[in-house]
């Protein structure tokens, strides 16, 4: 199926590794053309170059910066064209107990996984409505389903971002225009996130890692973590030309492991 995205631009936040290279690698695979964007610039340097490699016919931009940052954004908007297709996201807050912190633990967390996604929306729908396409994927998580005790920043903060792109996603002005608004929610996924989140669980639980990890596995009815591969197609697909009238959802992709029948 031709998703409709060749010769589109596309600005992938946070994706020289993780699910943000997933969903790059696959709307790369479709013909889009690419900005991607994270802190470290070696990683993200050989990320653009594979990428690339793989699909000499788009071209790809590198921009080395925090997205969290209004200059991150500034520059990584100023690298794409015109923006089509924008990927939100963003390394997720640390885990803990509320009682540990602080207001600016708050502010950081609503910076990074709220008002981040919101400031770039807000520099990109309005054009993309005019152009009649437009497309936005949020990374979001499965705790804005299942919230999780220890992730306490991250159940706050992308909830507000999750209630502010339901009400957005149905103005007129945007749907009616063939832009939609959508969130992506990770359950498990195979990444160094992962790798970081089961470390800190294995140690709390007493278990080695793969014990740990082998647990985790088997409370998912798929029986595995999920790959960014995976999560890339299913990104490729909201952001194609077929998907113009699914708007406004949330979309978990977690093996199952969520078990209410809504
Ligand atoms: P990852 O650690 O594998 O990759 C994160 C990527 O984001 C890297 O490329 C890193 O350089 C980049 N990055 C992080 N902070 C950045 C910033 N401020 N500015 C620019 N780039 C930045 O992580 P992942 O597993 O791909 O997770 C992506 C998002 O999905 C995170 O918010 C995470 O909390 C969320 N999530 C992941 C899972 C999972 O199982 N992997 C589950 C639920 C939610």
């Known amino acids: 199926m031709d998703l409709g995205l060749t010769g589109r631009w596309a600005l992938v936040c946070a994706a020289s590794k993780g699910l943000g290279r997933g969903c790059a690698e696959a709307l790369g695979a479709e013909g889009a053309n690419l900005v991607i964007t994270a802190r470290g610039e070696a990683t993200l340097q050989a990320t653009a170059a594979a990428l690339r490699q ?3 016919g788009i071209e790809v931009r590198a921009v080395a910066g925090d997205i969290t940052t ?3 954004r ?23 107990d509320f009682r540990d912190w602080a207001r ?14 919101i400031e770039l929306i807000k520099a990109t729908v309005d054009a993309m409505a005019e152009r009649g396409f437009g497309r936005v994927v949020n990374i979001t998580s499965a705790a804005v389903k299942a919230p999780n005790d220890v992730l306490g920043l991250s159940n706050g903060a992308r909830t507000g971002l999750t209630g502010f792109v339901a ?8 749907a009616g225009r063939n832009v939609t608004l959508n969130n992506l929610l ?5 990444t160094d996130r992962l790798a970081k989140t089961l470390a800190a669980g ?4 007493g278990l ?6 082998e647990r985790r596995r088997q409370g998912i009815p798929a029986q595995r973590f999920g790959t960014a591969a995976e999560f890339g197609a299913i990104c490729a697909f909201l952001c194609s030309q077929q998907a113009g009238y699914l708007t406004g959802q949330n979309l978990l992709l977690d093996g199952g492991a969520y078990p209410g029948t809504f």
């Open 208 to 213: 080695s890692q793969d014990a740990f990890a």
């Open 54 to 56: 793989a699909y000499p």
């Open 167 to 174: 009400g957005l996603a149905r103005q007129p002005r945007l």
């Open 70 to 72: 209004p200059e991150g």
């Open 186 to 190: 990770p359950g498990a996924f195979d």
């Open 74 to 96: 500034a520059a990584a908007l100023a690298a794409c064209p015109q923006v089509d297709v924008l990927i939100t996201n963003a390394g997720g807050p640390p885990p803990g």
């Open 104 to 117: 600016d633990d708050w502010i950081a967390a609503l910076d990074a996984n709220m008002l981040t996604p």
């Open 202 to 205: 294995a140690v709390k639980a």
